[in-house]
């Protein structure tokens, strides 16, 4: 059998799970939000990347029905959270597409009675290749709820500059790639300047993701990057492990 065999069985059968990814703030030192990130334990390959299912469910189309899943199960969830947090969600093109993706955050919303202010959705710059007219009237009827829009994987696609003038995006995730030698190459962090300042003079705020290690960690907050996530702090985790008491402590 094949793995869109496999995924349209698992979908049915309950093999996805979110995990969730801790956003930190570096003013505060407190937690932010979450990031939910899709997870699939096959009954006999184990676990399956999403790296590996996520494009051959974009290829078939199931992505659709699986992303409007997890939009319900990660409001669901995030709503049982501190009424600070956030909780950010990955949207593919698929759900783009035809305006799927309105519906689904306006239903995902009713349902769970979620305050679409602490939603963000992550979506990249190649989604907004295809049809960026009809991309953006769709984001800007999203932001109209209130729903918050990031730009994930910054720096990664085409045409960076062009969608950052197109789309009042409000925050702008700075791609690991230029985070992991930020302490041995000068261009990296010659960049992550550059994209902070652009974002600062832009409104939007901005993350930094893959942070593994304390002098990553410290050229980041040098900088005034606003959040940061990886490693560093938590890879992501199941929704029961997640250290939601000793964030109501605070
Ligand atoms: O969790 P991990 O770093 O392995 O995720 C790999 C890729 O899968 C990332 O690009 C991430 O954006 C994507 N991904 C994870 N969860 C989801 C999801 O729920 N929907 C979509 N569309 N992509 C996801
Ligand atoms: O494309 P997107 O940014 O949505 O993907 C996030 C992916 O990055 C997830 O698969 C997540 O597991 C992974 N990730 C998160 N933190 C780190 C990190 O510190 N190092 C590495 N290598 N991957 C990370
Ligand atoms: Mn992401
Ligand atoms: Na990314």
Redesign the pocket.
């Known amino acids: 059998r094949d793995l869109e065999a496999d995924m349209r069985v698992a979908f049915a059968g309950g093999q996805f799970a979110l995990h969730y ?1 801790p956003l930190h703030r570096l003013d505060t030192d407190a937690i932010a939000g979450f990031e939910a ?1 899709l997870r699939w334990h096959h009954p006999e390959r184990g676990n399956v990347p ?1 790296d590996v299912f996520i494009p051959i469910a974009e290829q078939s189309g199931l992505i659709v029905q699986i992303g409007e899943w997890v939009l319900r199960e990660a409001l669901a969830e995030a709503a049982t959270w501190p009424k600070d947090l956030t909780v950010a969600v ?1 949207v593919s093109a698929a759900q783009l597409r035809g305006g799927e993706l309105l519906r689904q955050v306006v239903s995902a919303l009713s349902t769970t009675g979620f305050d679409p202010r602490r939603l963000e959705l ?1 979506i990249t710059e190649t989604m907004l290749m295809e049809d960026s007219e009809a991309q953006l009237r769709l984001l800007h009827r999203l932001r109209a709820l209130g729903v918050r829009i990031a730009l ?2 910054f720096g990664t696609g085409y045409s960076s500059l062009n969608y950052l003038r197109a789309f009042p995006f409000d925050k702008i ?1 700075i791609d ?1 790639c230029f985070v992991t030698d930020l302490a041995r190459n000068d261009e990296s962090g010659a960049i992550v300047e550059a994209v902070l300042e652009l974002a600062a003079k832009l409104n939007m705020q901005t993350i930094a ?4 290690d304390t002098e990553q960690l410290a050229r980041l907050r040098e900088r005034g990057c606003e959040q940061v ?4 702090f938590s ?2 985790l199941p929704a029961s492990d997640l250290p939601i008491e000793k964030i109501s402590r605070k």
């Not at 996530?229 to 560093?232: A, I, K």
């Open positions: 990814q990130l999403p990955n992550e994930d994987d995730k690991r993701e893959g942070v593994e996530q990886g490693y560093l890879r992501a």
